[in-house]
Every structure is written in C-alpha cells, then in structure tokens.
C-alpha cells in the first residue's frame, strides 16, 4: 500500500470549493487543531485500490474522505469480499464503529479512485464531541444521515428494480468521481457485475440482462477495461425518471387464488 501523509497540513482549496462544507467535520476539526496542535489528526492520499483500514484490524479512530471515493465492504463467512456501499466526499467511513466503541473495525475501506482521507484519534474525537457543541452537533448529523441511507436502500430493494437501481448507482458513482457535471464520463476504475451486484443488490446475473439493456439504450458504453456514460446529463435525466416510478404488484395467477368452497364453514356431520 502507498501513502503519502501529508501530516496536519492542510490545502484550504478543496474546502472552498467543495458542496458540503456547510456539514462536513474537517472545517470544524481545523478550527480545533489550531488551537490544540496536539490533536492527532493527520491527511494521506491513497491511490488507487489502497486499503485505509481492514475489518479486524484494530479501531483507532475515525476516517473522513475528504476527496475522492471509498469502497466500504464486509467479509463474508465464506471470506468473500461484500461491497456494502461507496462513501464520497465528507463522509465518515466508520462511525458506527466509533460510536458504539468496538475495540475492532467491523468493515474495511479501500480506495476505489484516488482518495484524501482525514484520520482523527478516537480519543481525540471523543474529548472534543464532549467538549464542542459543533462538533458534536455534525458527528450527530452524520449518523442521522447513515441510518436514512440504510432506510433508503431497504426501500429502493423493495419498491424498483434492478435497472433502475443500478442506473441510480452509476449516478452515485458519476457524484463520487466529480464526473456529474461533465459531458462525458468514464470510470477508468475495475467495475465487475459482482462489484455492481453488491451495490444494488441483485444476482450478477440480472446485472448482466440491465447493463445490456442500457447499452441497448445508448445510455452506456462497454470497453474491456471501462464503462463510459457517452451522455451525462441524458443519463442523469434518465435516472431521476426510473427513480419515480414505481414498479406495480405482481397480478395473482387464476391457479393461486384458493377456491371459494375452501373458505366456506362445513356443516358438522352428527352420527
């Protein structure tokens, strides 16, 4: 794995130009370090595929993506890798492990493109929760917004499809990579139908049938080593149009419906 940590320096122009300063930690936590240099906050850039933190590994503190995006995943019993989600930027990878104070990290982070991540010390992060209403005020925020997340997966796997959802995770991807606003977009980066098939939840297989059907649709490109989004905008219009419809119940087959007799009470016979 390569770093390069960049201590406690800080390039104040991402944060100038960046959408979700209004609730994002690092202001907060810069303001802090000026006052306390004693923090132990420092910035690394990892590229690539790098792993931030593994799952079992110990839980030292907490880890904010500060620029770039972060495959978050689980293993299974089996040892297979389970993509869980992708964080982006101002999101906080691990503070559900924080909050609840486990001795070892319950998921691991690699960098899916190049990545600046801010760590704080767990110890740190809790005298100054305690301390500063500001910062406690937005770790809040965060795990509000984690548990909305979770409520809104459950209902996207429950109410859309699986072209839908996977057009919804493109967007998401598109947001991750700074690409949202460009014509065109490409994801140099490996993306496999197991890594989508985690992502939306569904079988690699129906992957397969819906990465086809927005080929089909020129929604997409497939090269061997990338996807491109030939149309940003179309697609995004796209997206937000399968997002709103809703997929209707399945009619009941004539031979499922139980026949009426069945449900009529039966006359006792008397010997």
């Known amino acids: 794995m390569r770093v390069r940590d ?8 991402i944060c100038d130009t960046c959408p979700s300063l209004d609730y994002c930690l690092t202001p907060s936590l810069f303001d802090r370090l000026q006052a306390e240099p004693s923090i132990d906050l420092r910035i690394s850039t990892y590229p690539r595929s ?14 904010v993506v500060c620029d770039g995006s972060v495959v978050i995943s689980m293993e299974r019993a089996d040892q297979r890798e389970t ?22 990290y319950s998921i691991s982070a690699r960098a899916l493109t190049k990545s600046t991540i801010i760590f704080i010390g767990k110890d740190d992060l809790r005298r100054l929760f305690t301390t500063d209403p500001a910062i406690a005020q937005i770790m809040t925020f965060h795990l ?10 459950h209902l996207e796997l429950a109410t859309t499809g699986v072209k839908s959802r996977l057009t919804t995770a493109f967007s998401e991807l598109l947001e991750a990579t700074g690409q949202e606003t460009t014509q065109t977009a490409r994801f140099e980066f490996p993306i496999t139908r197991q890594l989508l098939a985690d ?21 997409i490109a497939r090269e061997p080593s990338c996807i491109i989004i030939p149309d940003v905008p179309r697609f995004i219009s796209h997206a937000g149009t ?10 009941v087959k004539a031979k499922e419906q139980a026949p009426a007799h069945m449900h009529q009470t039966q006359p006792r016979r008397h010997r």
């Open 6 to 13: 960049v201590g406690k320096t800080h390039n104040s122009a």
């Open 144 to 153: 509000a917004r984690r548990m909305e997340s979770v409520q809104r997966r």
């Open 83 to 104: 993509v869980l989600r992708i964080d982006r930027r101002d999101r906080i990878t691990n503070l559900e492990d924080w909050v609840l104070a486990r001795p070892t």
């Open 242 to 251: 399968a997002a709103e419809t809703p997929i209707p119940d399945p009619p």
């Open 50 to 63: 790098a792993w931030i933190f593994r799952q079992h590994e110990p839980q030292v503190g907490i880890h």
């Open 199 to 219: 992502i939306v939840g569904a079988a690699p297989e129906s992957i397969s049938r819906a990465l086809s059907e927005l080929n089909a649709e020129a929604l």
